[in-house]
């Protein structure tokens, strides 16, 4: 502690300011919460469970958070300070928590321990070691004795008895398992039940830390994440300080992750991801400074610093100082937790602007999952478009057999696809079955197809979103819907939005606060957008179609205030290569190709010619726009004199534009090609992503000088105009050829 009061600047020992800067702000937050709890009342449970009983929130868990943000900061600012009031005002609020004839909130009645037993207890227990010389022998023994005979004693009976948050895999498990863990630790050699109770604890919070995906993502979504990890990390790292070990916990390959999940479900506005029963606000903890204190990942540091609502002391116990924190790992724009059934993609990281997609397929039975597989939300322009309901009011109703009846949780009120007006299958389960990332593009497909059974064998969305580093500005996102019905029915695409609307001819445009965003239907061709304001404001599409198969293709184009949107329009023609008679050239912006094999668009805008085809039927060659390809999906991106910027293969072996360039690979890989400095001097730069070892090559027009794969040198095999690699290992490559002058 000394040390600390030294780099905090405590009793004049360090002017503010320097290296210590970011954690003398954390202090000074710490403070004032502190001093604000010496004029406050101590907390006093509510009386919720006539409240619960007539559909609403009971309030004693967020008395017992309260209680405990109360007893950390107070006891945390006498550690530091000496001060005699902070110990105090910590003391009474013991005393008050105490004194509740109960630890168990009544909306969870008849359990014996719940969520509040374990905030209870863990508060208690921080609060019973961090004052532990300012209380007399007698206080103690309170202490102990609330400990045991409200939180200790009921949870073993509990536990032993296999109640059902003691060996879940969601966040009961941890919160109830890890708070009384910490409790059972610092009454260690003090109740004789302790170490059963330990024993107990780490035996059950194994399971929640074996149902972590490699991944680290989590069905529950971003603030059930935070309510569960921030007590499993704060049981190891009591474990640890304790016990001298936390079972190498920080080891498994889903904890060392975790972060990553809230890191990217945080969109550009600075809020998460809402899918499901999740809030709007981003998750408050300081374990993101524990996870980067001991994987050495300081994006996690980084990522607290920016979202923190509020200073917890632990930040200042596993915070870095700010020398360590400058340090800027560059992560990928996009990712898929693929165990989770997540997926986000963005444009940039450090743009508040940047247009983000976050996508949600996975397990509907997950606890606090709704029927909302496909779905997804999109930000743009700091401008949240396409919203998610979020949770109902939480009620016994909405947690028991008409959960579905409630509109937040029904298929209808998500951005998705809903077949002749009925729910997805609640027990059903959804995947992602490609990803694919690059700075230039970034694609994601999830099935949804048993959500729909037996009304239909298939429903694939896939979503591609185009932009970040090309030389053209503008982004945008392309979503292809592949339905196949087994029986006619009543399709409806959905889009949610609290912004002013606007609908003509058959397109609409989002009006937001900074900006705007232009939704234009290619597919069906006779589709028209309409509005809906109830119960809540939607763009909506309702289509009968004639055939079992459906596809429905749509642009989002963000726009800047006052700008015309670029104008896509639908033809019934293949597109041109763009060495056509000019007479044979399409004439309108936006061209739609949709032959039974594959369908696409092309699109003009910011001076850039943007070409994309997807794969529709199951096998076989696509041609189409001067695109050749053998795989899910290709992009080509020219300048307005037709030079190509870049090109991408995605999950294919060949690849050519306009017979001007080639790409190929002995087995299926997922290439972006940046060719935006070919004319002169630079760097050929290639994002690839293989299965397995596999060689690649593809043209370069000038000479190389210089092969690098994932930063090494390699021999350059370069033969008329094509180079060649090999991608000795699976998973992500990149590759960087450099050109001569004479290129």
Not at 141 to 157: A, D, H, M
Request: net charge negative.
């Amino acid at each position: 502690m000394a040390e600390l009061r030294e780099r905090l600047g405590i009793n004049a020992a360090r002017p503010p300011g320097g290296p210590h800067a970011y954690q003398q702000r954390l202090w000074a937050d710490i403070e004032r919460a502190g001093d604000a709890a010496l004029q406050e009342p101590t907390t006093e449970p509510a009386a919720a469970r006539d409240n619960w009983e007539s559909q609403a929130w009971g309030g004693n868990l967020g008395c017992a958070r309260r209680a405990q943000e109360i007893i950390l900061w107070c006891a945390f600012a006498h550690l530091l300070t000496q001060k005699r009031e902070y110990a105090a005002r910590a003391r009474d609020e013991m005393d008050a928590v105490l004194a509740w004839p109960s630890w168990v909130d009544p909306v969870h009645l008849p359990l014996q321990a719940d969520l509040m037993t374990g905030e209870v207890c863990f508060g208690l227990a921080v609060g019973y070691d961090w004052l532990h010389d300012e209380l007399s022998v007698q206080e103690r023994e309170q202490i102990r004795t609330g400990l045991v005979q409200k939180g200790l004693r009921p949870y073993l009976t509990a536990a032993k008895e296999g109640a059902r948050w003691a060996r879940c895999t969601h966040h009961w498990n941890a919160v109830v398992n890890g708070g009384c863990a910490v409790a059972a630790m610092a009454l260690l050699g003090e109740w004789p039940g302790a170490e059963e109770c330990l024993a107990r604890a780490r035996e059950n919070i194994g399971v929640f830390f074996d149902a972590i995906p490699v991944d680290g993502g989590c069905s529950d979504g971003v603030s059930y994440w935070r309510d569960g990890m921030h007590y499993a990390m704060c049981f190891a790292a009591a474990q640890r300080t304790v016990l001298g070990s936390d079972d190498e916990i920080i080891l498994r390959d889903g904890v060392r992750n975790t972060a990553y999940f809230p890191i990217y479900f945080t969109a550009p506005d600075g809020r998460p991801a809402n899918f499901g029963d999740c809030c709007s606000t981003p998750p408050d903890t300081p374990i993101f400074h524990y996870l980067s204190m001991r994987t050495g990942r300081r994006e996690f540091g980084r990522h607290r610093r920016r979202v923190r609502a509020r200073a917890h002391p632990f930040d200042l116990l596993w915070g870095e100082s700010d020398r360590a924190g400058r340090a800027r790992p560059e992560l990928p724009l996009s990712a898929c937790f693929r165990d989770t059934g997540w997926a986000a993609l963005r444009s940039s990281w450090n743009d508040a602007d940047a247009l983000y997609v976050a996508i949600k397929s996975g397990d509907l039975p997950a606890n606090h999952s709704h029927l909302d597989l496909n779905s997804f939300i999109l930000v743009a322009n700091g401008d949240r478009f396409v919203i998610d309901p979020g949770p109902a009011s939480y009620s016994k109703e909405y947690f028991g057999p008409r959960r579905w009846e409630h509109y937040e949780a029904s298929t209808r009120a998500h951005n998705t696809i809903v077949i002749d007006g009925r729910n997805q299958d609640a027990q059903a389960a959804g995947r992602i079955s490609d990803f694919f990332s690059s700075p230039q593009y970034a694609s994601v497909t999830a099935d949804a197809s048993p959500a729909y059974a037996p009304r239909a064998r298939l429903v694939r969305r896939h979503f591609v979103m185009i932009g970040g580093n090309t030389e053209a500005q503008g982004e945008y996102v392309v979503l292809l819907d592949e339905l196949r019905l087994t029986e006619s029915a009543t399709v409806e695409w959905l889009l949610h939005t609290l912004f002013r609307v606007e609908v003509r001819d058959g397109e609409a445009r989002l009006r937001g606060e900074h900006g705007d965003l232009c939704v234009t239907v290619l597919l069906p061709e006779d589709a028209g957008l309409e509005l809906r304001e109830q119960p809540d404001r939607h763009l909506a599409l309702n289509i009968r179609p004639s055939a079992r198969r459906l596809w429905i293709l749509a642009v989002l184009q963000p726009v800047a205030k006052g700008d015309r949107a670029p104008r896509v329009a639908c033809h019934p023609c293949v597109l041109r290569a763009k060495n056509a008679p000019a007479d044979k050239q399409p004439a309108a912006r936006s061209e739609l190709i949709s032959p039974a094999s594959h369908c696409g668009l092309e699109l003009h805008r910011d001076g850039a010619v943007d070409r994309l085809l997807l794969r529709t039927a199951e096998e076989g060659e696509v041609e189409g726009g001067g695109i050749y390809f053998d795989g899910q999906k290709a992009f080509a991106r020219t300048t307005a004199d037709g030079a190509l910027v870049c090109a991408v293969l995605e999950n294919g072996t060949a690849l050519a534009v306009d017979s001007d360039f080639l790409l190929g690979a002995e087995r299926p890989v997922s290439a972006a090609v940046d060719l935006s400095q070919r004319a002169c001097r630079g760097i050929v730069r290639a994002r690839c992503w293989a299965a397995e070892r596999t060689g690649l090559s593809f043209s370069v027009w000038g000479y190389p000088e210089e092969v690098r794969v994932n930063g090494s040198e390699v021999d350059i095999d370069a033969v008329g105009g094509m180079v060649s690699v090999v991608l000795e290992r699976p998973g992500d490559h990149d590759v960087q050829v450099l050109l001569g002058a004479g290129s």
